[in-house]
């Protein structure tokens, strides 16, 4: 496993993209930093960390050939997988969800952030980026981030990050080639759909015009499409920059 190790960074998924373009990567080589100055997460959002405290990397994998259409798979099972360790160091944990598109979520708190980036040849996909922001043992939050918490806050414990990096990255290795993706399809999906905050449950959200709507969120489509039923009982399929779940 080739971890390259930073210690302040402007965006670890910048600067191991930048690596990609110069020279030829080992399939998950992980770019970690202890401080991003520019690390961004779903819709250009900015990821806020203290320093030393959380982990912030992006992993570098190789899925040559893979179809575009089944891009989204790729944010299904990265969500996943990484929700899946946080549960087991949490010790078994059932209120730890993935909140669409690709944020993990404690009760109502986010304790992780997920961005993929994919890098494209002739109609295929190439490689993906996989960036990371998760807290780990940051006690306190700036005073406008409300809904933010921390596996040691959850826990009671200060964990080891290097440890918590190795059981993601592993996590992600058994699974993240293309064949495991293409042969399993119905199973990441519905991981992905049985580990969905809020689903069937009654939420507020707001659209693109900034007006407050009821909705429950009934399935995300193959291509990512977040699936809710109104009040007037029709199902409406909304994009990332469509919808925000209030």
């Not at 959002?45 to 989204?72: A, D, M, Q, R």
Request: include cysteine.
């Amino acid at each position: 496993m080739n971890i390259i190790k930073l210690n302040a960074i402007d965006s670890t998924s910048q600067f191991l993209k930048d690596l990609a373009k110069k020279s030829e990567l080992e399939n998950f080589t992980v770019v970690v930093a202890d401080e991003q100055l520019a690390g961004k997460g779903q819709m250009n959002t900015v990821w806020h960390s203290e320093k030393g405290k959380n982990l912030l990397f992006t992993v570098y994998v190789e899925l040559k050939g893979l179809p575009v259409n089944l891009i989204p798979y790729i944010s299904f099972l990265s969500a996943v997988k990484i929700k899946e360790v946080i549960v087991n160091v949490l010790g078994g944990t059932s209120k730890i969800k993935v909140k669409w598109p690709n944020d993990i979520m404690s009760y109502n708190d986010k304790i992780s952030g997920i961005l993929v980036e994919n890098q494209l040849r002739q109609q295929q996909v190439d490689a993906c980026f996989i960036g990371v922001g998760l807290n780990v043992n940051q006690l306190q939050f700036p005073s406008h981030l409300t809904k933010a918490n921390s596996l040691a806050n959850i826990k009671g414990v200060v964990f080891d990050k290097e440890i918590l990096l190795e059981k993601i990255i592993l996590a992600l290795k058994k699974v993240m080639y293309v064949d495991y993706i293409i042969n399993n399809l119905e199973k990441i999906k519905q991981d992905y759909l049985n580990s969905l905050y809020k689903i069937n449950t009654p939420t507020m959200f707001m659209d693109g015009d900034e007006k407050p709507f009821m909705g429950k969120i009934v399935d995300v489509t193959d291509e990512g499409l977040l699936q809710l039923e109104k009040e007037d009982e029709q199902i409406y399929s909304y994009a990332v920059k469509e919808i925000k779940l209030l």
